[in-house]
């Protein structure tokens, strides 16, 4: 299965701290829908390029790649992707450079149409998402997630604040 991942990205959610707690059930979640994945037949994690929950996963899925045949890639939307991010962003940028497969969809941004066409591309290339979304907390994701909605045969797992919430009830190794 080649499954593309995207979500709230770490500004939508207002967290800055890779500490707080929050990310790290955040992560817990992350932990647990990956293992459920693997043991579906996972064998790619399409990434995007974005800091937040894409680079969580990326965080944990370097980690399981050393125990499980798992294969990385990012196709950034432009080659130009994350060239005025800070020193820090900079770095999490890097990690996403090193995968099995990088590659950008476009030289660079040119009009609004392209990030239709790059959704396209990618739902045609995978066989499903890992979104964390919820239509209740619109962002721009809500065009993916709507686009994902009218696919056919199309496997998608949503990640809710609802199970977030679920996660934390029972979470209580804050200090992982």
């Known amino acids: 299965m080649r499954l593309l991942l995207s979500g709230y990205r770490h500004t939508d959610l207002g967290l800055f701290n890779e500490k707080d707690p929050r990310v790290l059930v955040i992560k817990e979640a992350i932990k647990r829908d990956l293992m459920h994945f693997l043991d579906d037949g ?10 937040g929950f894409e680079y969580w996963v990326l965080e944990e899925a370097l980690r399981l790649k050393e125990a499980y045949d798992l294969q990385l890639a ?6 130009t992707h994350g060239e005025n991010w800070s020193d820090q962003n900079q770095e999490k940028l890097a990690k996403f450079k090193t995968l099995d497969f990088v590659t950008a969809a476009y030289k660079r941004y040119e009009n609004p149409g392209q990030f239709r066409d790059y959704n396209t591309f990618l739902i045609d290339h995978t066989d499903g998402a890992y ?14 997630y709507e686009k994902l909605h009218t696919q056919d045969n199309y496997f998608l797992k949503l990640l809710r604040f609802d199970d977030l919430n679920e996660i934390a009830e029972n979470f209580s190794d804050f200090d992982r």
């Open 42 to 51: 996972l064998e790619w994690l399409i990434f995007t390029g974005n800091l």
């Open 74 to 79: 990012c196709i950034f939307p432009f080659e």
């Open 131 to 144: 979104l964390f979304y919820d239509p209740e907390n619109e962002t721009n994701l809500k065009y993916l």
